[in-house]
């Protein structure tokens, strides 16, 4: 039995994912009204994801990323959502960068890549842009 077809939604902004070292506080350039940001602290850094624009120039970061946001909520059960998304665009030689939530996933690829993803993706899923 064919895999049931996913939604995914271009978000509306370009992102940037910018790395601080582990101990920095929270930047004050992080507005949580934003409509999408997350953030991670690991020991070795502190990840923001959040519209490339509130990025200061002297930031280290990666800049030019669209987001697609699978349409959930994904129950917890459900196995190879990424994969299944991930592996054609790894086959196409395109990056992606991945977040999960709660609720559901999201792919993030360079806006250079954005119209070959989806074109790749809606060939086994629908893609709202």
Do not use: H
């Not at 609720?103 to 899923?125: F, H, I, K, P, W």
């Amino acid at each position: 039995m064919a895999a049931a077809r996913l939604t995914l939604s271009l978000l509306p902004e370009v992102l940037a994912v910018a790395r601080l070292p582990a101990g920095a506080a929270l930047p004050g350039w992080v507005d949580w009204s934003d409509p999408f940001v997350t953030v991670s602290r690991t020991r070795d850094e502190l990840s923001v994801v959040c519209p490339e624009a509130r990025v200061p120039a002297d930031t280290q970061a990666e800049r030019g990323w669209r987001g697609l946001k699978v349409e959930g909520p994904l129950d917890f059960a459900l196995t190879g959502i990424l994969a299944r998304l991930a592996a054609p665009l790894a086959e196409a030689g395109i990056s992606i960068f991945a977040i999960s939530t709660y609720d559901t996933d999201y792919l993030l690829v360079r806006t250079g890549d954005l119209e070959a993803a989806t074109s790749m993706l809606q060939r086994e899923n629908t893609v709202r842009v």
